[in-house]
């Protein structure tokens, strides 16, 4: 056993098993027995403990003291290949942190898939009080006793996805925790488990080759502490966010693009124009084959928006989905013109100049990832290219057969074009680009336009960056940490069971570890329907300081949180509802949200405080809320 120990944290590794143990301040926190240390080649797995050379050295420097490992001469498919790799685990003497890196030496002629490594912690106890947090979507904690089982992970659980908002897990015993950061997310993921019952969660990195080659080093970092709870571990991370230079404040952005001080407080609105599937769409239903289609003029929606202001709206903001010719998710990114049926470019300008006479925000839904097939300039050179030759396909949303377009093309097709909107008088001011802070990054092998994943998050950021240029304010379909930086507001930031129709079964404790981070950083609306006896989405509205929707037309109704209400409430009933969040967001939008508490263990009440003394208590039993101020 070798044994470092630094800055007052303790960390040791077993020569034998290869599994770390690390303590601090009596916080103590071992690699699981069963865990094995594996890379992945195809379809096979191989232990670290196959390589027929294995050496591990003390090595100290300027920074701190760790243990260096070197690993060489494996065996694949039955032959010797020159791969060979170093693992580095070491404490920063500045600050006791203990960093695992995982670093190739030489891959040539072998193709990494991934590599499973750290290890995962050991959490084997029945108890509430041992809890894993996720970040899926908003924020999941899951008891060790929790009777769902977690089950698979969305998007294969890759950061810089809905999967995981924020590339960071942590685990919390009787008070002591810990939190895993990694450093490079782009090409990371985590595996998590936690059967029906427990009494037990694991949860562990996978890291992803990178076109076909795993290429630099990996690195995750972990803080321990003590007589901590998820707050904390919240705070650890934002003040780490800071220091790397990804937190932007509200305030600071509006510095850039004043509109965002419109936008807080407005009531969201969210209307179509034209809806279409297309026959080689999964969707397409050939016994009703114009089910989902239709068409709402232009004009209509400018009469919407006339009689609301008529009736004393004071701030509003439309999300226009479908406005283009072919219809919601149709030919992407050739979009225009606008839908002739519904009015064209006089239409759309008219409802644009509607929404500004009225003194409202105009934003409109648009896509730079979905690749049609069918679109006017489609060219399959600028699907992303896999290293296997192809470019992936499928035919899953109304426009029919796509591939995924390279984000290097993103930004010019951006400003092709907006710059046509401006053209005939149409100035959006917001923007909403679809999944770009939902699905994970993509990959590009061709070498015209070559692509790693880290690159597809830059593109994906210059395109937010164009629209505030613009003075646009920037959108997209969910939140993640990457994007924070330029991104305004979402489409929703929801916790992970507003996803589900209401009675499925729910996978931990809904808790808003992104909002404890990034509240004043981004504006989040939230869902308000009162959907049964037991869930009232206005109160989560409210806890989490968010702006309300009005108004919410799911474009794919059943799926994504969009599912119907047992109650429906009467205009004046909703707005009245809308009213008391939107105060409150205007109150409380640029400031942090500082702490959260769950004051049952089951979470059916719970409290938020901010930075401005705001406090809100919710009760998820009795349907009530209270807003107050802390003395």
Same mark, same amino acid.
């Given at each position: 056993m070798i044994h470092v120990t630094l800055a007052g944290t303790d960390l040791g590794f077993d020569e034998n098993s290869l599994l770390f143990s690390v303590s601090r301040n009596g916080s103590c926190w071992n690699?699981?027995?069963?865990?094995?240390?594996?890379?992945?080649?195809?379809?096979?797995?191989?232990?670290?403990?196959?390589a027929s050379s294995v050496s591990h050295e003390m090595r100290e420097t300027g920074l701190g003291r760790g243990i260096l490992s070197r690993y060489e001469g494996f065996a694949i498919n039955g032959e010797a290949s020159g791969l060979s790799f170093a693992t580095y685990a070491w404490i920063e003497g500045a600050t006791g942190d203990?960093?695992?890196?995982?670093?190739?030496?030489?891959?040539?002629?072998?193709?990494?898939?991934?590599?499973?490594?750290? &290890? +995962?912690?050991?959490?084997? @106890?029945?108890?509430? #009080?041992?809890?894993?947090?996720?970040?899926?979507?908003? %924020?999941?904690?899951?008891?060790?006793?929790?009777?769902?089982?977690?089950?698979?992970?969305?998007?294969?659980?890759?950061?810089?996805?809905?999967?995981?908002?924020?590339?960071?897990?942590?685990?919390?015993?009787?008070?002591? &925790? +810990?939190?895993?950061?990694? @450093?490079?997310?782009? #090409?990371?993921?985590?595996?998590?488990?936690?059967?029906? %019952?427990?009494?037990?969660?694991?949860?562990?990195?996978?890291?992803?080759a990178s076109l076909g080659?795993?290429?630099?080093?990996?690195?995750?970092?972990?803080?321990?502490?003590?007589?901590?709870?998820?707050?904390?571990?919240?705070?650890?991370?934002?003040?780490?966010?800071?220091?790397?230079?990804?937190?932007?404040?509200l305030k600071e952005k509006a510095a850039k693009a004043p509109k965002v001080e419109q936008l807080i407080g407005s009531l969201f609105l969210h209307r179509g124009i034209k809806n279409h599937v297309c026959e080689e769409s999964d969707m397409h239903d050939p016994a009703h084959p114009g089910k989902y289609d239709r068409v709402v003029p232009f004009r209509t929606r400018s009469e919407e928006i006339r009689a609301l202001h008529d009736q004393g709206f004071e701030k509003l903001f439309l999300h226009l989905d479908g406005w283009g010719d072919p219809g919601y998710d149709n030919q992407h990114p050739d979009y225009l013109p606008p839908c002739e049926e519904a009015g064209?470019?006089?239409?759309?300008?008219?409802?644009?100049?509607?929404?500004?006479?009225?003194?409202?925000?105009?934003?409109?839904?648009?896509?730079?990832?979905?690749?049609?097939?069918?679109?006017?300039?489609?060219?399959?050179?600028?699907?992303?290219?896999?290293?296997?030759?192809?470019?992936?396909?499928?035919?899953?949303?109304?426009?029919?057969?796509?591939?995924?377009?390279?984000?290097?093309?993103?930004?010019?097709?951006?400003?092709?074009n907006f710059s046509q909107l401006a053209e005939h008088g149409i100035r959006p001011d917001c923007a909403y680009l679809d999944v770009f802070t939902c699905n994970e990054p993509d990959e590009c092998a061709n070498p015209m336009h070559y692509m790693t994943r880290r690159d597809c998050l830059e593109f994906r950021g210059q395109c937010f960056e164009y629209l505030l240029s613009q003075g646009i304010l920037s959108s997209s379909e969910e939140v993640t940490d990457w994007s924070m930086k330029s991104l305004v507001f979402c489409h929703y930031a929801p916790y992970q069971f507003q996803m589900y129709k209401p009675g499925t079964p729910r996978k931990g404790i809904a808790v808003p570890l992104f909002n404890l981070v990034y509240h004043d950083c981004v504006i989040i609306p939230w869902m308000m329907e009162k959907m049964d006896d037991h869930n009232d989405y206005m109160l989560y509205a409210l806890l989490n300081g968010g702006a309300p929707y009005l108004i919410r037309d799911g474009a794919y109704p059943g799926i994504d949180g969009s599912f119907e209400p047992e109650y429906t409430f009467t205009d004046q009933e909703n707005y009245r509802r809308c009213q008391v969040v939107s105060k409150l967001h205007e109150r409380i939008a640029a400031c942090e949200m500082v702490s959260h508490r769950l004051l049952t263990p089951d979470g059916r009440q719970q409290e938020t405080l901010f930075s401005d003394g705001t406090k809100v208590r919710i009760d998820l039993d009795a349907l009530t809320y209270e807003i107050g101020h802390e003395q």
């Open positions: 690699w699981d027995k069963d865990y094995n240390p594996t890379f992945t080649i195809g379809q096979e797995e191989i232990p670290f403990s196959s203990v960093f695992f890196e995982w670093i190739p030496l030489r891959e040539e002629n072998v193709s990494l898939k991934s590599v499973q490594w750290p &290890g +995962y912690m050991e959490f084997h @106890e029945g108890r509430d #009080d041992w809890y894993t947090l996720l970040n899926q979507h908003q %924020g999941l904690l899951i008891p060790n006793t929790w009777e769902t089982a977690l089950g698979k992970l969305p998007f294969d659980g890759f950061m810089c996805s809905a999967a995981s908002y924020m590339p960071w897990f942590g685990q919390v015993k009787s008070g002591d &925790g +810990y939190i895993a950061i990694s @450093e490079q997310p782009w #090409d990371c993921a985590y595996c998590a488990e936690h059967p029906a %019952g427990g009494p037990y969660t694991t949860v562990g990195i996978r890291w992803n080659k795993m290429r630099y080093r990996r690195v995750v970092r972990y803080t321990l502490l003590t007589d901590c709870d998820y707050n904390d571990l919240c705070k650890v991370y934002r003040a780490y966010v800071k220091e790397k230079g990804l937190f932007c404040s064209g470019w006089e239409g759309m300008k008219e409802l644009a100049d509607t929404m500004h006479e009225s003194g409202y925000l105009f934003g409109i839904h648009d896509q730079y990832r979905d690749y049609y097939f069918n679109g006017k300039t489609f060219d399959a050179s600028f699907g992303c290219l896999q290293t296997d030759g192809k470019i992936p396909e499928h035919s899953h949303w109304a426009g029919g057969h796509q591939t995924y377009l390279c984000a290097t093309q993103a930004p010019y097709y951006v400003k092709r």
